[in-house]
């Protein structure tokens, strides 16, 4: 196998990390928009709500909602086949559970993606990508109420009706198993709008609001295809493999029972049926969840087409003595001593790539899609306004060989490759933005302060050649 002559060469986004214009024509408040700015060791704040006095970064981000055209004739400089985003949710339900949508909102994207397909590029849509309505949080308590689904469903349908004829590519839930890590609040609001209470079971409250967003998802699968059985819809899952520490025998079950945990999302999607080692476990736990056996059936009606995943790094695990029965994702990582690291502290492991990939296709059989891959770091400017960022290539040209020796060499499906932010924007962990990983320079700082004016790195005629040469030229 080579790459398809229709590679999908591209880049990702979110909406809530570059349209800025949180409050303008009808948009409603969104998590991310209640979450201050933070720093590398330093979290975002949650606030209850738009403080005065705080820093939101999402609230402005980089104006993209004015200058979509300037950003997308970038993209088509480059030489993109297509550019994956989101739907703000909050532009077309403002508080989640209107009756009818916000019709400002819809003709926003009408816009940008009438702008994209005027360049030959097709949008690859997220649906929910850590932009829930804020509204629904406070009233219902976000996905730990059975009633988000319907609500979910109701913005995918209108999402797909709306744009039928103008989007191909989907995806439901962005990295829905990042809340895997449940002890963190940032992974469990922006994923399903959890606000935990003191004493509260975080664990369990998890599951429950997984399975919630599991059922939307097949709900809004089925749905999609009815409407147009040419979509393409897919899951979008967080991989990040997880080594045994050792050849100890303890770590290398300890790897596949934290593999198991982190992504069995993706056996639900793809099977349409629980796994049963998490029925196992959610028995060994006494775990009573809500699950009806019409979810079971709508599980099994809207399994997914293709397998979107980010991947930016790989984990190690070290076994414990209730490694085998729990994973928790805050204690028993450790740092692997045979790869590097980030500014960030995230390990840089291109090899990890192609294992990612194999595991992947091995498990499911699906076509893969790479939306989101790249390294954020500090971009300097130089006094004649070049930025030289080797740094990016390098790691980027690593993984791209990765990601071709796994098509080439080892036979795996793989239909598209979309490096994360191909423009500066707000970092969704952080909320930096001088966290970059563009091919364009966004001029503006943590506080806030900057131009806006976009520039071109060095990396940007890279990636160009890149996309010309079908990926031949690294």
Same mark, same amino acid.
């Given at each position: 196998?080579?790459? !398809? ?38 979290? !975002? ?104 689904? /319907? ?202 790539? !192609? ?80 966290? !970059? ?5 966004? /001029? ?31």
């Amino acid at each position: 196998m080579s790459l !398809r002559k229709d590679f999908l060469w591209g880049g990702a986004v979110a909406a809530h990390q570059l349209e800025g214009s949180y409050n303008v024509d009808g948009k409603g408040i969104s998590v991310a928009d209640v979450m201050t700015a933070g720093t590398h060791g330093v979290e !975002r704040e949650i606030t209850d709500g738009i403080l005065p006095n705080k820093n939101y970064p999402n609230h402005e981000a980089i104006h993209f909602y004015d200058n979509y055209k300037e950003d997308v004739r970038l993209f088509h400089e480059l030489g993109f086949k297509c550019f994956r985003t989101s739907i703000a949710w909050t532009r077309i339900f403002p508080q989640g559970d209107e009756d009818e949508p916000n019709e400002l909102g819809l003709q926003f994207y009408d816009r940008l993606f009438d702008e994209c397909i005027k360049y030959g590029i097709k949008p690859v849509i997220t649906l929910s990508h850590f932009e829930m309505p804020f509204y629904l949080v406070k009233k219902y308590g976000g996905f730990r109420n059975r009633k988000c689904i /319907d609500f979910f469903v109701k913005f995918a349908t209108v999402c797909f009706e709306r744009y039928k004829n103008k989007v191909e590519y989907w995806m439901t839930f962005n990295e829905i198993n990042n809340q895997t890590n449940y002890q963190s609040d940032f992974a469990t609001f922006t994923n399903s709008g959890i606000v935990y209470q003191e004493g509260e079971d975080r664990e369990q409250i998890m599951y429950q609001a997984a399975h919630y967003e599991l059922v939307a998802s097949a709900e809004a699968v089925k749905i999609g295809k009815e409407i147009n059985p040419n979509f393409k819809i897919g899951c979008m899952l967080a991989l990040c493999p997880i080594y045994p520490f050792s050849c100890n025998p303890k770590d290398m079950m300890a790897s596949t029972v934290a593999m198991q945990r982190r992504n069995y999302f993706g056996d639900i999607q793809v099977r349409g049926k629980y796994p049963n080692f998490m029925l196992k476990y959610f028995e060994r736990k006494n775990f009573k969840l809500d699950i009806t056996k019409e979810d079971l059936d709508i599980l099994q009606q809207g399994t997914v087409d293709y397998i979107g995943f980010s991947y930016y790094m790989s984990f190690s695990i070290k076994a414990s003595d209730k490694t085998n029965l729990e994973y928790n994702e805050a204690n028993d990582l450790v740092k692997n001593p045979y790869v590097p690291a980030s500014d960030w502290g995230w390990q840089i492991d291109p090899l990890g790539l !192609r294992y990612t990939m194999n595991w992947l296709f091995d498990r499911y059989q699906l076509p893969l899609f790479i939306v989101e891959n790249g390294l954020g770091a500090f971009d300097k400017v130089e006094a004649d306004g070049k930025i030289h960022d080797t740094y990016r290539v390098d790691y980027l040209r690593s993984h791209i060989e990765a990601m071709i020796a796994c098509i080439e060499e080892d036979g795996v499906d793989c239909i598209g490759y979309t490096p994360w932010g191909p423009i500066d924007l707000v970092s969704a962990g952080t909320g930096e933005m001088e966290k !970059r990983y563009g091919f364009i320079h966004v /001029d503006k700082n943590n506080k806030g302060e900057g131009t806006l004016k976009r520039s071109k790195k060095d990396s940007f005629d890279w990636y160009k050649e890149v996309i010309s040469s079908n990926g031949k030229k690294l």
